[in-house]
């Protein structure tokens, strides 16, 4: 695969590798942030999914995550299920022909082409996995190793041929 594909799919497994590791913690560890200004576990953890889902409905129309708030203690299978059904639509949507899609927020309108919500849906998960896992190691949390979840390793479960003969 030499597109966004590749991408996208290693988003969508990384993401629900994620969250499913977040099952391990306590509802304590779910308070826990990296300084006091920081967003806590559950909160990086509703923001993957809610703007995940946002992405999702800005180029589809189609939304996945209505009346949930970043501030909510959104169940974790909710948010497992909310974000698989996000990261499908934007894969989907990343073979649809590229274009400008407009945005009315705040007063302001924002125009982006599809592929750059698409490629900033990506960039966004791993920023915000990355933080989680941060947070986590600072509170003594050693669950979440983010080489465990890199594209070497989406590369290797999904069964792709990593080598040439010849």
């Known amino acids: ?10 988003m969508a497994w990384a993401n629900q590798y994620v969250l499913g590791k977040l099952g391990e913690l ?3 560890d779910w308070k826990l942030q990296l300084t006091e200004d920081d967003w806590s576990i559950q909160e990086l953890a509703n923001h993957i ?11 589809s129309g189609h939304s996945v995550s209505t009346g949930l708030e970043q501030e909510m203690a959104i169940p974790l299978e909710k948010l497992k299920e909310y974000c698989a059904a996000a990261d499908e639509i934007l894969r989907e949507q990343s073979h649809t022909s ?7 927020h705040e007063g302001k309108t924002i125009e982006r082409s ?3 919500i698409i490629s900033q849906s990506i960039h966004h998960a791993t ?3 990355a933080q989680i896992s941060d947070t986590l190691k600072v509170h003594g949390i050693r669950i979440l190793d983010l080489d465990e979840i890199d594209l070497w390793a989406f590369s290797d479960i999904a069964g792709e041929i990593n080598t040439v003969d010849g």
């Open 49 to 59: 999914v809610l703007a995940s889902g946002g992405y999702a409905k800005r180029t």
């Open 26 to 28: 306590t509802e304590q």
């Open 1 to 10: 695969m030499l597109n966004q594909e590749k991408l996208l799919l290693h």
């Open 114 to 116: 599809r592929s750059t």
């Open 98 to 104: 590229d274009g400008i899609i407009t945005l009315h």
């Open 127 to 129: 920023e915000h996995r």
